[in-house]
Each structure stands twice: as C-alpha cells, then as structure tokens.
C-alpha cells in the first residue's frame, strides 16, 4: 500500500512562494510516477502537474506552467512542487498522488495523500 504524506502549505501573500514536498513510501510506489492536484472551497478537484518515475517527464495544468515546477529527488522518496508568483486563485487544499500509469496519475490516480492547505493573500 503506498502512502504519501504532504508538507508545506501555509499562508504567503501574492507574488510569493511555497514549496511543498511530497514524501512516497513503499517499496514499489516511490518508483510511481507522482502528480499533484488541488481543490479550491466549492470547485473540484483539478490537475496541477506530474512527473515520470525517473523524473525526466513533467506536465503542467495551463494555468500554472511558467510558475510552477515539479521535480523529485529519489534518493529520499520525495517529490517537490515549488510554486513561484502565487496569486490568490490559487488557494486550495494541494494533495499529491501516484499511480503506475503517468497517463492516470494526471486524472484518476489511485492513491492519495490527506492534502495540506496552502492560502495565497491579496
């Protein structure tokens, strides 16, 4: 069973930054591809970005790419999703999520993390 646990959220005003990690245990699953996802109050929950096992392929919802860098470090089970010039919309709860397939990480993964809040101020 892979477990993933998030760290990293916080309060930051427009403009800042956050880095929130992503720590994969398992045997197998820290070889999963890893993506995140985020849910603001009231909407759904939508794609963020992902990243290959070997951490070579990465993928960006539009609305975050040019911002928002996804990487991981395998020697220590992690995976990163630093986020540069926040703004307000992107204030949500932020899980990440692994599967075997890089294509179902990026829609239906099958395991998740318990989120952590991250809340971007005007």
């Known amino acids: 069973q892979a477990q993933l646990v998030e760290s990293g959220g916080g309060l930051v005003q427009t403009g800042g930054s956050l880095r929130l990690s992503c720590a994969v245990s398992?045997?197998?699953?820290?070889?999963?591809?890893v993506g995140w996802f985020r849910q603001a109050p009231g909407k759904e929950r939508r794609f963020v970005a992902a990243?290959?096992?070997?951490?070579?392929?990465?993928y960006y919802a539009d609305s975050v790419k040019g911002r928002f860098t996804i990487s991981r470090d395998k020697s220590k089970n992690t995976v990163f999703l630093q986020m540069d010039s926040l703004e307000p919309e992107d204030t949500a709860v932020y899980y990440c999520?692994?599967?075997?397939?890089?294509?179902?990480?990026?829609?239906?993964?099958?395991?998740w993390g318990q989120g952590t809040q991250v809340t971007v101020s005007s």
């Open positions: 990243i290959s096992w070997s951490g070579i392929s990465t």
């Open positions: 999520a692994a599967d075997p397939s890089m294509t179902r990480v990026q829609s239906t993964p099958g395991y």
């Open positions: 398992g045997r197998t699953h820290n070889n999963y591809p």
